[in-house]
T-cell receptor, first 115, second 111 residues
Framework: NAGVMQNPRHLVRRRGQEARLRCSPMKGHSHVYWYRQLPEEGLKFMVYLQKENIIDESGMPKERFSAEFPKEGPSILRIQQVVRGDSAAYFC?????????????FGQGTRLTVV | RKEVEQDPGPFNVPEGATVAFNCTYSNSASQSFFWYRQDCRKEPKLLMSVYSSGNEDGRFTAQLNRASQYISLLIRDSKLSDSATYLCVVNGTGTASKLTFGTGTRLQVTL
């Protein structure tokens, strides 16, 4: 039973390009969370999705960032027109159908570097 | 006030010491609580869930005080391998709940 898979592990983009980060949740998990971690800082919530639905995007910047979790395939976090400040580690986590004490399991992250 | 607050540390302790981390949360309706561990440049990993009755897993003990909105983690007989950042995590309520992370407490165990 594979864990949460994120790819790519490392991504380098020039300013103005687009970055696409992928996350395949654990088998049987229907909830996906995206978090961003800047160097030497804590994890900041970005977005919470279920299949085909965005449940909570309160942590997502209003511009340039979008996320989806289609019926088939991985969840995608898309960053358009990247800037240097977007350089960070982006972690995806998944959890099973909502129940009282649901913990989340993390992928190894994608480290985005904008040059 | 931050949703989840932790002392960032670092806590520098000798091997074999007992160390305690504290965490407070602001949402009194929060339903579930966890401690995660994050090693440098790695993903967070679940250390343990925290139950109202308190729970223990080997050298680790977690406590929850709902009245004070306070969570603690106690590590006994610290090992070098315990050096990491410990993240207090709170899950909200309702269908739109999400895991909210504290900024973490750094622990460095030394010889």
């Amino acid at each position: 039973n594979a864990g949460v898979m994120q790819n790519p592990r490392h991504l380098v983009r020039r300013r103005g390009q687009e970055a696409r980060l992928r996350c395949s949740p654990m088998k049987g998990h229907s909830h996906v969370y995206w978090y961003r971690q800047l160097p030497e800082e804590g994890l900041k919530f970005m977005v919470y999705l279920q299949k085909e639905n965005i449940i909570d995007e309160s942590g997502m910047p209003k511009e340039r960032f979008s996320a989806e979790f289609p019926k088939e395939g991985p969840s995608i976090l898309r960053i358009q027109q990247v800037v240097r400040g977007d350089s960070a580690a982006y972690f995806c986590a998944s959890s099973p159908q909502k129940k009282r004490y649901t913990e989340a399991f993390f992928g190894q992250g994608t480290r985005l570097t904008v040059v | 006030r931050k949703e989840v607050e932790q002392d960032p540390g670092p806590f520098n302790v000798p091997e074999g010491a007992t160390v305690a981390f504290n965490c407070t949360y602001s949402n009194s309706a929060s339903q579930s609580f966890f401690w995660y561990r994050q090693d440098c440049r790695k993903e967070p990993k679940l250390l343990m869930s925290v139950y109202s009755s308190g729970n223990e897993d080997g050298r680790f003990t977690a406590q929850l005080n709902r009245a004070s909105q306070y969570i603690s983690l106690l590590i006994r007989d610290s090992k070098l391998s315990d050096s990491a950042t410990y993240l207090c995590v709170v899950n909200g309520t309702g269908t739109a709940s999400k895991l909210t992370f504290g900024t973490g407490t750094r622990l460095q165990v030394t010889l």
